[in-house]
């Protein structure tokens, strides 16, 4: 199983709603990531979780709430988001941390959100 | 000025050329990655380098550490190619580092 799975694919909410996006890999991979895509821009870092820790958080509003159950799983809890939130969630792993060069990135299809 | 550029920004090509897409960088790294994004989002990692030259089907990454500076290759281009081609480097901790990617058509 070399897959990064992503649900939802497509998630619409409310600006007072409360939603999860989920985040599963079953490679034994010990770095799992977070990343915000923008239309036509890159995507840009939000969280790093390596060996289940939160290793790296750039400076994301407190709206966005990352979780770690376990090696295989990665939550992204969302709460009171605005409109300029909507964008393309991706959701990433590797066996190591990315900066090395053990760290090939597998990717999730990404969720796509859209905030009302 | 970016610590990775990436050129062409728009590549338009005919289906059976040769393709190339260049990154340079202005940090010390650690690995390059070359990364596939389709319109629908989702993202395919194609190459992770850190030395040298890779190669996979019609694909080839090179990396010349000293001049900071990798290419992407794609032979005998297909209209399936068509997507945007990213590169991203490995700087500190487990940040990587995006260009703002190339955006590859190739018509039949």
């Known amino acids: 199983d070399t897959e990064v799975t992503q649900t939802p694919k497509h998630l619409v909410m409310g600006m007072t709603n409360k939603k999860s996006l989920k985040c599963e890999q079953h490679m034994g991979h010990r770095a799992m990531y977070w990343y915000k895509q923008k239309a036509k821009k890159p995507p840009e870092l939000m969280f790093v979780y390596s060996y289940e820790k939160l290793s790296i958080n750039e400076s994301v509003p407190s709206r966005f709430s990352p979780e770690c159950p376990n090696s295989s799983l990665l939550n992204l809890h969302l709460h009171a988001l605005q409109p300029e939130d909507s964008a393309l969630y991706l959701c990433?792993?590797?066996?190591?941390?990315?900066?090395?060069?053990?760290?090939?990135?597998?990717f999730g299809e990404g969720s796509r959100l859209t905030v009302l | 000025k970016n610590e990775v550029e990436q050129s062409p920004q728009n590549l338009t090509a005919q289906e059976g050329e040769f393709i190339t897409i260049n990154c340079s960088y202005s940090?010390?790294?650690?690995?390059l990655h070359w990364l596939q994004q389709h319109p629908g989002g989702d993202i395919v990692s194609l190459f992770m380098l850190s030395s040298g030259k890779k190669k996979h089907g019609r694909l080839i990454a090179t990396i010349n550490i000293q001049e900071k500076h990798s290419s992407l290759h794609i032979t005998a281009s297909h209209p399936r190619d068509s997507a945007v081609y990213i590169c991203?480097?490995?700087?500190?901790?487990?940040?990587?580092?995006f260009g703002e990617g190339t955006q590859l058509t190739v018509n039949p």
């Open positions: 991203a480097v490995g700087t500190s901790g487990s940040r990587l580092t």
């Open positions: 990433a792993s590797s066996p190591l941390p990315a900066s090395g060069p053990s760290g090939e990135l597998f």
């Open positions: 940090v010390g790294i650690s690995a």
